[in-house]
């Protein structure tokens, strides 16, 4: 009986860690690292940021209604922007988002490991980071 006991514990035990490894949270963690206006183009700011992709996340379909500059820090990450060619980029590796386009993939391309890059922003000052689009 005390075997089944500490068996079970085991067990129970295993599976709250194998659970607690998995990502609940598919959708991307976004941090701001900065922002300025833009004395010589008024009504401008540059914003930075990092994102932060887990083990098979994802970017839902949206624009930034800005000029957007990224660069991967670690991981590996699948970018397209609606009538261009979807891209694998890597730690170095950068990708260009204009004001009217639509970014259509966004995501890890590994389902194991995190990804995380920088972007920079070009936008008006105030206005929001990321448009959902439908």
Known sequence: MK????MLVL????AGTLAAQQPEDKE???????SKALAENPGK????????YAPGG???IHRHNAQAFVYVL??????QVKGGKEV???PGETFYEGPDDVHIVGRNA???KPAKFVVFLIKEKGAPVLIPVK
């Open 74 to 79: 670690e991981g590996t990450i699948v970018m």
């Open 58 to 60: 994802t970017d839902p």
């Open 45 to 52: 700011e540059v914003l930075v940021i990092t994102v932060e």
């Open 3 to 6: 075997y089944i006991k500490i």
């Open 28 to 34: 991307a963690k976004v941090t701001q690292l900065m």
């Open 11 to 14: 067990i129970f035990l295993t």
């Open 88 to 90: 694998t980029l890597t």
């Open 110 to 112: 590994s389902s194991t």
